[in-house]
């Protein structure tokens, strides 16, 4: 089993991203957050589950053992695979998930793609009373927003703007962005590249 993984990212497409360790590419599917976050040629960490099948080997490399904590109680669920646990992971943090696991909000889930009614339901009802562990770290929405809006700030960074430029950037979106992309790393980031335009000096 391949616990952990520390090496520099040497290529990120999508939410798979490409960690070199001891001279060998690792692939490691990661949630858009994550992706966002990692910079070519920076080092990086990750907590990861090895998923084996007949067919395949996939890797999973999450930020804390709180995520990878979930992603493993969440593919426990009737129809939700490991992509789809992801997915769930790249929308909602373990604290929110508590949260609509805690009150009955199957809705919460309907809004990752890849979620259908019947397997949100599902993801209530299979994780009722297994979420506790989690429950402090549902967070308030402010620290929610800082969260998001520091990981938009290692992005704007990573893509190659000096961190006043982007702080500054970061702060614009934030006060001016209606209140459901402040909840959405990719929604923010767009609003604060927006506001950089091409021609901001980086």
Request: proline share 3%; hydrophobic share 50%; glycine share 12%.
């Amino acid at each position: 089993m391949i616990s952990s993984v520390r090496g520099i990212a040497i290529a990120v497409a999508g939410t798979t991203a490409v960690i070199e360790v001891g001279g060998v590419g690792l692939a490691v599917g990661v949630t858009a957050q994550q992706a966002l976050g990692m910079r070519i040629g920076s080092e990086a960490m990750l907590h990861t589950a090895l998923i084996v099948r007949e067919d395949d080997l996939a890797l999973f490399g999450f930020a804390t053992r709180e995520e990878l904590a979930v992603f493993d109680l969440l593919r426990g669920v009737t129809g939700v695979g490991p992509r789809s646990a992801i997915g769930v992971l790249s929308a909602m943090t373990p604290g929110e998930i508590s949260s609509a696991v805690g009150t009955e909000n199957d809705g919460a889930f309907r809004k990752v793609s890849g979620i259908g009614p019947k397997t949100a339901k599902l993801i209530v009802l299979s994780l009722a009373g297994k979420m506790q562990a989690f429950e402090a770290s549902a967070a308030p929405a402010k620290a929610t927003t800082t969260s998001i809006s520091d990981n938009v700030l290692i992005a704007l960074v990573g893509l190659g703007w000096s961190e006043r430029v982007a702080a500054q950037a970061v702060d614009e979106a934030v006060a001016d962005a209606p209140e459901t992309a402040l909840a959405s790393v990719p929604a923010l980031l767009r609003i604060a590249l927006t506001r950089l335009g091409p021609g901001t000096a980086r």
